[in-house]
């Protein structure tokens, strides 16, 4: 994905958009795939707009227990969680170079019979 998208867009609309052109320039897109490109855009708007707000709260990554100790921070926590999450779904829409190497793109190529009536 686009690393615009994924730094500055809060927009599931705008990430579903990239996602499906990013995927169509790799030749791996398909309508099909729509629902799960739903989920995905929504769970990188989800992350852009908790990244923001973790930046503009100063990037707070601990918050104090009852007893006085601390523990890793709520948005910290959810963050990282929306991570694997995204990547979960980057890896099944092949959108990451791991995932990307174990794809064999589909191609429509004619028989050799078709080609041969074809030329004239």
Same mark, same amino acid.
Not at 112 to 118: D, F, I, Q, W
């Given at each position: =994905?686009?690393? *615009? !998208? @994924?730094?500055?867009?809060?927009?599931? %609309?705008?990430?579903?958009? %990239?996602?499906?052109?990013? =995927?169509?320039?790799?030749?791996? +897109?398909?309508? $099909? +795939?729509?629902?799960?490109?739903?989920?995905?855009?929504? @769970?990188?708007? $989800? +992350?852009?707009?908790?990244?923001?707000?973790?930046?503009?709260?100063?990037?707070?990554?601990?918050?104090?227990?009852?007893? #006085? #100790?601390?523990?890793?921070?709520? =948005? !910290?926590?959810? /963050?990282?969680?929306?991570?694997?999450?995204? /990547?979960? +779904?980057? *890896?099944? /829409?092949?959108?990451?170079?791991?995932?990307?190497? &174990?794809? &064999?793109?589909?191609?429509?190529?004619?028989?050799?019979?078709?080609?041969?009536?074809?030329?004239?």
């Amino acid at each position: =994905m686009s690393d *615009d !998208v @994924l730094s500055k867009d809060f927009d599931k %609309a705008a990430v579903k958009r %990239a996602t499906i052109r990013d =995927m169509k320039a790799l030749k791996i +897109y398909k309508k $099909q +795939y729509d629902r799960i490109i739903d989920i995905y855009a929504d @769970l990188v708007a $989800q +992350y852009n707009r908790l990244n923001e707000e973790f930046a503009d709260g100063g990037y707070q990554v601990e918050s104090e227990t009852a007893q #006085g #100790g601390s523990k890793k921070s709520p =948005m !910290v926590a959810t /963050l990282e969680t929306l991570r694997k999450d995204i /990547l979960a +779904y980057s *890896d099944r /829409l092949c959108l990451n170079p791991k995932s990307l190497e &174990t794809v &064999t793109i589909e191609k429509n190529e004619a028989s050799k019979l078709s080609s041969l009536m074809n030329r004239k």
